[in-house]
């Protein structure tokens, strides 16, 4: 658990590691079209906010093409494509960091894999029909999420019975299919998925019984940067959640989160350091 093989890259989970986002869409919902010009990505932006991300502290950069803000619509594969990988074939080229590759397409998964990305994240839990076969053939770790529903329709009316119970047994059935398709489980992170298809209070248990997940015996990804759990309690638009999303960053390592998604990288990296120094100290010194 404590090493994950990303490609020719390595990370080592045994401190909390943050993952930049990088989102190469016109809509995403906090911060789509800041890398576009009239309709166009610049390639030199995005590199240079992924520059300044691992500057900041950043060890893993996450390329996502697909928006899945509630309510959003899939895009075509050519799309996401044409987005993604010219990204992530600059950053393999100037950029030494772990690339992660945020997407459900299982054909973008093997090019990516062909151009050095480093990890698979997949909001969908290698769900659509090939992603779980291609995503073992690359060898690279695998980031499964949970989501009731879709994109789409997630927050139309979610309900559980036990959420934290329901996902968490959600995400070792995803284990266990990885492990079968020959993923090996040290190579596997979850994601109980924030504001996919979870209402405020399913978000705040899931929060406090993050520690449940460890059970799994796998890493961790926690990410509510800038999302709506925030937003709903504090009455913030996305630009202004970076303090709530920071206490949430807190709480998440220290329940155990090993990644952490975020938009805000330096201040996310202050607060997980931070957070990690308090957690190292042992009793009575």
Do not use: W
């Amino acid at each position: 658990m404590s090493l994950l093989k990303c490609g020719k890259r390595k990370l080592d989970l045994h401190t909390t590691q943050v993952m930049g986002i990088l989102n190469v869409t016109p809509d995403s919902f906090s911060d789509g079209g800041h890398l576009y010009s009239q309709s166009t990505l610049s390639l030199d932006k995005a590199v240079k906010h992924a520059e300044q991300m691992l500057a900041d502290g950043a060890s893993i950069i996450d390329i996502g093409g697909e928006s899945t803000r509630p309510g959003a619509a899939e895009v075509s594969l050519q799309e996401e494509m044409d987005r993604v990988l010219p990204v992530l074939e600059r950053l393999s080229a100037e950029v030494d960091v772990v690339t992660s590759i945020d997407t459900s397409s299982p054909e973008l998964m093997r090019e990516a894999a062909q151009l050095g990305a480093g990890i698979i994240n997949d909001v969908r839990a290698l769900g659509r029909e090939g992603a779980l076969e291609a995503a073992a053939a690359t060898g690279l770790p695998v980031c499964v999420m949970h989501m009731q529903g879709s994109p789409a329709t997630m927050q139309r009316a979610p309900s559980y019975d036990d959420v934290v119970a329901e996902v968490l047994d959600f995400l070792r059935q995803q284990v266990e299919r990885c492990a079968a398709a020959g993923i090996d489980r040290s190579q596997v992170i979850v994601d109980p998925g924030f504001g996919f298809g979870k209402t405020l209070e399913h978000n705040l248990l899931l929060l406090q019984q993050m520690d449940r997940l460890l059970e799994l015996g796998v890493p961790v990804l926690s990410g509510t940067s800038r999302k709506s759990m925030i937003g709903n309690l504090l009455n913030r638009e996305p630009d202004q959640r970076l303090a709530g999303g920071l206490a949430t960053v807190v709480l998440a390592v220290e329940r155990g989160a090993r990644i952490i998604r975020v938009h805000d990288v330096a201040a996310t990296v202050d607060a997980v350091r931070m957070t990690e120094a308090v957690l190292a100290q042992s009793v009575g010194n």
